[in-house]
Nanobody, 118 residues
Framework: QVQLVESGGGEVQPGGSLRLSCAAF????????MGWYRQAPGKERELVAS???????NYADSVKGRFTISRDNTEKTVHLQMDSLKPEDSAVYYC????????????WGQGTQVTVSS
């Protein structure tokens, strides 16, 4: 059984910062890709950032230069530092952990709300 526990969401003014964290419990191995997706009302879920076991990061164009993903393979955690937040970043953010090349192991957190508003 795999469980992903997220923390760090909340409300912030435009230009502010938030840090999301996700801890993975269960049979998660360093080979897994860890990342963050988000879903705004009326929109599809989209990739925000992901990181491979080798610490290779991939970012959505809309967050490049503002968000930073990091992970700790020993602690089985992944973090998303979000700076210079914009109202369009408002969404529910989901932690995702998956085994590359195998759809049978693809896990999601419960989601954490991020609201950017003045």
């Amino acid at each position: 059984q795999v469980q992903l526990v997220e923390s760090g969401g909340g409300e912030v003014q435009p230009g502010g910062s938030l840090r999301l964290s996700c801890a993975a419990f269960g049979n998660i191995y360093a080979i897994f890709i860890m990342g963050w997706y988000r879903q705004a009302p009326g929109k599809e879920r989209e990739l925000v950032a992901s990181m491979t076991a080798g610490l290779l990061a991939n970012y959505a164009d809309s967050v490049k230069g503002r968000f930073t993903i990091s992970r700790d393979n020993t602690e089985k955690t992944v973090h998303l530092q979000m700076d210079s937040l914009k109202p369009e970043d408002s969404a529910v953010y989901y932690c995702n952990v998956r085994r590359p090349g195998y759809s049978g192991e693809n896990y999601w957190g419960q989601g954490t709300q991020v609201t950017v508003s003045s």
